[in-house]
T-cell receptor
């Protein structure tokens, strides 16, 4: 385990469903990120939170709604998704102000049917 | 186009051989990072090299950075089957808050 825990590991949902992805870290990191990884494409940054405040929304459709109640927890609420939203969703964290690498979770493999 | 671009896209070698992957980027950077990803898992941070460094080592890994050519290379020496994975470079901009990942190099090490 990396110290960043994502649940669930796998999720299959219909286009009319509402579900949430969860990410948790207790590494003392103050920045948390959602990335989308589709096959044969670079990682796409979706959202950035610094000290619980959203500092970046990378033109993500409103059917993805992030929530960061505190510096240790991050959620991604999903509703009325499309099949093209099927991907691996990765959560990452790091301590801003330090030039360091990210710690990633193992991801949630999402399939929209 | 994307900031970090790895080359080659895929690499297949025999166990014991060295593997070299390259990364090119377009803008000024604060640092460059290399990550490894096993199939369907998250990325694992391998090594970070700052813009004022030219070479860095970590175990069997050697990373070089040429800021004049805006390129970096990752060398894995004496490769093992367990090194089979995708390898990504990522660059932090000079502001230090935006990181851009490349599409990765898929490395396959045959036993």
């Amino acid at each position: 385990e990396t110290g960043v825990t994502q649940t669930p590991r796998h999720l299959v949902m219909g286009m009319t469903n509402k579900k949430s992805l969860k990410c948790e870290q207790h590494l003392g990191h103050n920045a948390m990120y959602w990335y989308k990884q589709s096959a044969k494409k670079p990682l796409e940054l979706m959202f950035v939170y610094n000290f619980k405040e959203q500092t970046e929304n990378n033109s993500v459709p409103s059917r993805f709604s992030p929530e960061c109640p505190n510096s240790s927890h991050l959620f991604l609420h999903l509703h009325t998704l499309q099949p093209e939203d099927s991907a691996l969703y990765l959560c990452a964290s790091r301590k801003t102000g330090e030039a360091g690498g990210y710690t990633f979770g193992s991801g949630t493999r999402l399939t929209v049917v | 186009s994307q900031q970090g671009e790895e080359d080659p896209q895929a690499l297949s070698i025999q166990e014991g051989e060295n593997a070299t992957m390259n990364c090119s980027y377009k803008t000024s950077i604060n640092n460059l990072q290399w990550y490894r990803q096993n199939s369907g898992r998250g990325l694992v941070h391998l090594i970070l090299i700052r813009s004022n460094e030219r070479e860095k080592h970590s175990g069997r890994l050697r990373v070089t950075l040429d800021t004049s050519k805006k390129s970096s290379s990752l060398l894995i020496t004496a490769s093992r089957a367990a090194d089979t994975a995708s390898y990504f470079c990522a660059t932090d901009d000079t502001g230090g808050f935006k990181t851009i990942f490349g599409a990765g190099t898929r490395l396959f090490v045959k036993a």
